[in-house]
């Protein structure tokens, strides 16, 4: 058994056969988590979820990337649109899908239901980013009081954290620290691309690490190899960030089945067996998703 700790089968990438991708998967013993970046998406997670009974799950929270500052242009991936768009007008998938201000109390309601385990994938993002460095400081400012509202209601409802961040791992530590009041106690640094001393940073907080089909890509100043060797297998997680970071040895659009080749990876760099490299990540993600 697996579990892909991170896919996105409520985008729209999926809006035509997501029960046959959902079923290929669990016919397989690969569980998974579908995670929310902005209301919609949060909300069709939950959907899908309570479709089934056992072994599909939700996240909800508001990307930075859909976070509202009025300082940048956001270039929307279409297939990151929530999948019941289908067949709506762009002005109607505009509406939305596009920038939202993080509504604590709609997101509250949300995770009222029972197939919610999580907060996420909430954090920071710098990739798309403002040019002048007076615009740029109050983008950086919106993302961390966005953060830390949604810090506060993970907090609030004892749930764990899905971090995102691309382009901001000391900023985010640095937050984490400032604001210990509302660090949670358990999450996990989703997808993690950083440095050693980050990556030491995020255990020492005793969170897990994410890694997904980004670990077989070149990154300058990154080596993935090092970071998985020093992370402790009972801190590590598997996923596969779908429908993005397809494995190297697929063509085409990813989806949970493929968590067996990230397991298959981390697995030969631990040199332990596939098998083992399982067990072990299956029963992390239980824990820390109480599932």
């Given at each position: 058994?697996?579990?892909d700790?991170?896919?996105?089968?409520?985008?729209?990438?999926?809006?035509?056969?997501?029960?046959?991708?959902?079923?290929?998967?669990?016919?397989?013993?690969?569980?998974?988590?579908?995670?929310?970046?902005?209301?919609?998406?949060?909300?069709?997670?939950?959907?899908?979820a309570e479709?089934?009974?056992?072994?599909?799950?939700?996240?909800?929270?508001?990307?930075?990337?859909?976070?509202?500052t009025?300082?940048?242009?956001i270039?929307?991936?279409?297939?990151?649109?929530?999948?019941?768009?289908?067949?709506?007008?762009?002005?109607?998938?505009?509406?939305?899908?596009?920038e939202?201000n993080?509504?604590?109390?709609?997101?509250?309601?949300?995770?009222?239901?029972?197939?919610?385990?999580?907060?996420?994938?909430?954090?920071?993002?710098?990739?798309?980013?403002?040019?002048?460095?007076?615009?740029?400081?109050?983008?950086?400012?919106?993302?961390r009081m966005?953060?830390?509202?949604?810090?506060?209601?993970?907090?609030?409802?004892?749930?764990?954290?899905?971090?995102?961040?691309?382009?901001?791992?000391?900023d985010?530590?640095?937050l984490?620290?400032?604001?210990?009041?509302?660090?949670?106690?358990?999450?996990?640094?989703?997808?993690?691309?950083?440095?050693?001393?980050?990556?030491?940073?995020?255990?020492?907080?005793?969170?897990?690490?994410?890694?997904?089909?980004?670990?077989?890509?070149?990154?300058?100043?990154?080596?993935?190899?090092?970071?998985?060797?020093?992370?402790?297998?009972?801190?590590?997680?598997?996923?596969?960030?779908?429908?993005?970071?397809?494995?190297?040895?697929?063509?085409?659009r990813?989806?949970?089945l493929?968590?067996?080749?990230?397991?298959?990876?981390?697995?030969?760099i631990?040199?332990?067996?596939?098998e083992?490299?399982?067990?072990?990540?299956?029963?992390?993600?239980?824990?820390?998703?109480n599932?």
């Amino acid at each position: 058994m697996l579990i892909d700790t991170h896919a996105h089968l409520n985008f729209n990438a999926y809006k035509k056969d997501a029960a046959e991708v959902i079923k290929r998967a669990l016919d397989s013993e690969i569980w998974m988590i579908n995670i929310g970046t902005q209301y919609e998406t949060s909300k069709r997670a939950i959907e899908i979820a309570e479709k089934y009974p056992q072994g599909i799950y939700a996240a909800i929270g508001l990307h930075p990337i859909h976070l509202e500052t009025n300082l940048v242009k956001i270039k929307i991936d279409p297939a990151e649109l929530p999948s019941a768009t289908h067949g709506a007008s762009k002005e109607e998938i505009g509406a939305k899908t596009g920038e939202e201000n993080f509504d604590y109390e709609k997101y509250k309601k949300l995770a009222q239901s029972e197939k919610v385990v999580a907060i996420g994938e909430i954090g920071l993002d710098y990739y798309y980013k403002p040019k002048t460095k007076r615009k740029l400081e109050l983008f950086k400012e919106k993302q961390r009081m966005d953060l830390c509202q949604q810090l506060e209601l993970a907090k609030g409802l004892n749930l764990p954290v899905i971090f995102h961040c691309r382009m901001g791992h000391r900023d985010l530590i640095e937050l984490l620290k400032e604001n210990q009041e509302i660090r949670p106690k358990k999450a996990v640094a989703h997808g993690f691309v950083g440095n050693l001393e980050e990556l030491k940073e995020y255990l020492s907080f005793g969170y897990y690490i994410g890694f997904n089909g980004i670990i077989f890509k070149n990154i300058e100043g990154i080596n993935f190899e090092e970071n998985i060797k020093n992370t402790p297998l009972d801190k590590i997680l598997i996923e596969t960030d779908c429908p993005y970071l397809t494995p190297l040895s697929i063509v085409g659009r990813n989806e949970p089945l493929y968590v067996k080749y990230i397991a298959e990876r981390i697995a030969e760099i631990k040199k332990i067996s596939f098998e083992k490299l399982a067990e072990i990540t299956t029963q992390n993600a239980k824990k820390l998703f109480n599932i």
